[in-house]
């Protein structure tokens, strides 16, 4: 990848120079047939844009390279757009558009219909440092999460609210599991089919072990029934 930065020394845009993408071919009948791939080249992979002489973007706009569950197929994805409202040096609101892809059986094909949403984000804060944020300071941007940025303190509670508009005229042609990811099972495809779906809509609060300098070394979310437990270290 390569990096360009405007005249104030920010990251303007982010390049994928060359990367060998590889999918999944379905044919006309939905049915899979062999991976696919080819090299891209020359990709604007994110695009940062600024207000005034701010150092953290107003907007991010950029595609993922991901990687296909259980196989070794990567491919970058569609374009997505995320906005960030500060109070100093926090993100305080975000609001993530991107599409949500479904597929849908029709008369025994595969088909994805993409779906807009909306996901917008606020946050809360407690008064520790950041265990990333010297090094966003430093770098001008996430370290591995082109699309986020780092706030100077450690968030205490995050709320998430989802709007997916139209995605109820289709409940009744999917249903998706409880708990867990969305693999779509029950058509002819040989394997399972996974998307991305934005399933959780509601509050995150956060808790922290901190060692003497008040950097967090252990971080849990909690939220709708699920913990996620996040150890760090330092050197």
């Not at 047939?33 to 940062?48: F, H, N, P, Q, R």
């Not at 010297?134 to 940025?149: A, C, D, R």
């Not at 205490?156 to 289709?170: C, N, R, W």
């Not at 058509?187 to 950097?215: C, Q, R, V, W």
Request: proline fraction near 5%; include cysteine; aromatic fraction near 12%.
């Amino acid at each position: 990848m390569s990096y360009h930065w405007d005249a104030q020394g920010r990251l303007k845009e982010v390049w994928v120079d060359s990367l060998y993408q590889r999918y999944i071919y379905f044919s006309e009948r939905g049915v899979v047939g062999s991976d696919e791939g080819g090299m891209v080249a020359d990709i604007v992979l994110a695009t940062y844009n600024y207000e005034g002489t701010n150092r953290k973007p107003a907007s991010i706009r950029y595609r993922k390279i991901s990687k296909t569950p259980s196989s070794s197929m990567f491919y970058i994805g569609e374009e997505e757009e995320v906005k960030y409202s500060y109070d100093g040096a926090n993100v305080v609101a975000s609001q993530l558009m991107s599409y949500l892809h479904l597929p849908l059986p029709a008369t025994g094909d595969l088909s994805y219909i993409p779906h807009p949403f909306k996901k917008n984000s606020s946050y809360t804060y407690l008064t520790n440092p950041n265990h990333l944020a010297k090094i966003y300071t430093q770098l001008g941007f996430h370290p591995y999460n082109l699309h986020e940025v780092v706030s100077a303190n450690c968030v205490a509670t995050s709320k998430i609210e989802i709007d997916s508009e139209g995605l109820e005229d289709i409940t009744d042609r999917w249903t998706p599991p409880k708990r867990g990811d969305i693999h779509w099972t029950d058509l002819d495809t040989g394997g399972d089919i996974a998307i991305m779906a934005p399933l959780f809509d509601g509050k995150i609060t956060y808790s922290y072990h901190f060692n003497i300098l008040e950097l967090p070394t252990e971080i849990v979310g909690e939220g709708n029934g699920i913990m996620q437990r996040t150890v760090i270290t330092y050197e």
